[in-house]
């Protein structure tokens, strides 16, 4: 018991993202209103950030800024005392992605609202079956 | 159909937790994205300025809409009478005596309006500060172009949408945001001319002043610039054409 407790605790943050990512995808397949299914998908993809910024993080080690004193003294910059800055850019660009998958799926729920008067897909499958 | 759902999340959920069991432990300095990985993704920052303008286009394709509204509201602004004109070919001129309306009008907060309207430029400037220091400090073209876009927005929230409108074109808004992806793709494209890879500003020495060292960041500020542009025009096209349905009359 106390083996899982230390590899649960030592792993934790892919915990906290697993069970992020299962809400964000529990929205998206059960929710049956469309702007709910966007928030469940905007959850999902935040799991998907912190998941990747968590990867990047070394304990007992500064921001990836190389400080002016480490170069002037001559002292060699090791890589195990700044964060590893890749992920977190890496991260940036999914943020972006984000932002734009976001601002598209408003623009065609305006889109079905125009046209149905709906966002519930229930309600949507009748209009459907109904013309 | 819920309890399948749920069935299934709980499923990819135990399976993802089972394969962290093979992770690295948190904080750990000899994980692997550590030490193999960097550098490998650098080059590909290049896809968000791509999915930012395709978005906007998208928006743009499935919104607007050129129709325009058959009947226009006014108000008399010294005497608060409200105009109805049915008439779609006629209109009042826009100034001192007549004011816009619609639907959500409200009259105009004067705490709301003066506010934003001293804090707009400080907004902007401070867009600018994080677009121009991106290459040394936390910042870059995208953190400044939306940073640019939300000060856009914050008028149109704080006065109306028709504020922004006239202000800010539409067509300007479309060609800032080509303009962006050009400069950015045009520098790329400017590297592999020369003789580099794609977006290889060391390559770009013989073009710029300046010592050879400082090339890199010159070449970087130029691409943030490209992206900046092309950001905070997107974000002001994605935010008028949900907002008002894509008609850019009224709105919030």
Known sequence: MSDVLSLIIAKYNYWLYVILMMIGLYGMIAKNNLIKKVVGMNIFQTAIILFYVSIGYKTHAGIPIITSADTAHGVAVKAADYINPLTSCLMLTAIVVSVATFGYAMALAVRIYQRYKTLEEDELRMRLSEE | ?252
């Open chain 2, 1 to 252: 159909m819920r309890i399948l759902a749920f069935i299934v999340v709980c499923l990819t959920g135990a399976f993802l937790l089972y394969g962290t069991s093979e992770f690295p432990d948190w904080g750990d300095p000899n994980a692997p994205a550590s030490l193999h990985v960097a550098g490998y993704y650098i080059e590909k920052t290049y896809e968000e300025t791509a999915v930012i303008f395709t978005a906007g286009i998208g928006c743009f394709l499935l919104l607007r809409d050129f129709r325009g509204k058959k009947e226009h509201y006014y108000h008399h602004i010294p005497t608060g009478v409200i105009l109805h004109i049915k008439d779609e070919k006629k209109s009042l001129t826009v100034g001192k005596e007549f004011g816009y309306m619609d639907k959500e009008w409200v009259p105009p907060d004067l705490i709301n309006k003066n506010i934003c309207r001293i804090l707009i430029p400080f907004i902007q400037i401070n867009a600018l500060y994080v677009l121009a220091h991106g290459d040394y400090s936390p910042g870059g073209g995208f953190q400044g172009g939306v940073i640019f876009g939300s000060s856009l927005i914050l008028l149109s929230i704080s006065y109306d949408l028709k504020t922004l409108v006239k202000r800010v074109k539409e067509r300007l808004l479309g060609i800032f945001a080509a303009l962006g992806v050009l400069i950015y793709a045009g520098t790329g494209a400017l590297c592999l001319i020369i003789g580099g890879n794609f977006l290889d500003y060391g390559k770009l020495a013989p073009l710029l002043p300046g010592h050879s060292d400082h090339i890199r960041a010159y070449g970087m500020l130029v691409v943030e610039i490209g992206v900046g542009i092309a950001v905070m025009a997107v974000m002001t096209i994605i935010y008028i054409n949900i907002v008002s349905e894509g008609r850019h009359d009224e709105g919030l």
